[in-house]
Nanobody, 123 residues
Framework: QVQLVESGGGLVQAGGSLRLSCAAS????????MGWFRQAPGKEREFIAG????????YYGDSVKGRTTTSRDNAKNTELLQMNSLKPEDTAVYYC????????????????WGQGTQVTVSS
């Protein structure tokens, strides 16, 4: 098993930036592909970013592509999500997730989830 804890959320003005962190503990972090998702009230969970086990492959959801970067440091058991040019519609609870095997944009494919961190973007 792996335990995940997100941090770095908060209140930011539109146009600003945030960096979210996901700290992992438990079994070998490098053995898991990672993903970021978000969920706003009344909406389905949305894929934001995915990263392969080595960190060499990343991909992004259409709504954040071009202004979001994910990375990981397997030595520090940490995954990061850098979000720039934030918009009010980015307001949501952000979750990191882990899965064995290849990364995926489907939330149902992930085995482990953090508790989430709230991001609120004011206009």
């Amino acid at each position: 098993q792996v335990q995940l804890v997100e941090s770095g959320g908060g209140l930011v003005q539109a146009g600003g930036s945030l960096r979210l962190s996901c700290a992992a503990s438990g079994r070998a972090f490098s053995g898991y592909s990672m993903g970021w998702f978000r969920q706003a009230p009344g909406k389905e969970r949305e894929f934001i970013a995915g990263i392969s086990r080595s960190g060499g492959i990343t991909y992004y959801g259409d709504s954040v592509k071009g202004r979001t970067t994910t990375s990981r440091d397997n030595a520090k058991n940490t995954e990061l999500l850098q979000m720039n040019s934030l918009k009010p519609e980015d307001t949501a609870v952000y979750y990191c997730a882990a899965k064995a095997g290849s990364s995926s944009s489907f939330y149902s494919a992930y085995d482990y989830w953090g508790q989430g961190t709230q991001v609120t973007v004011s206009s």
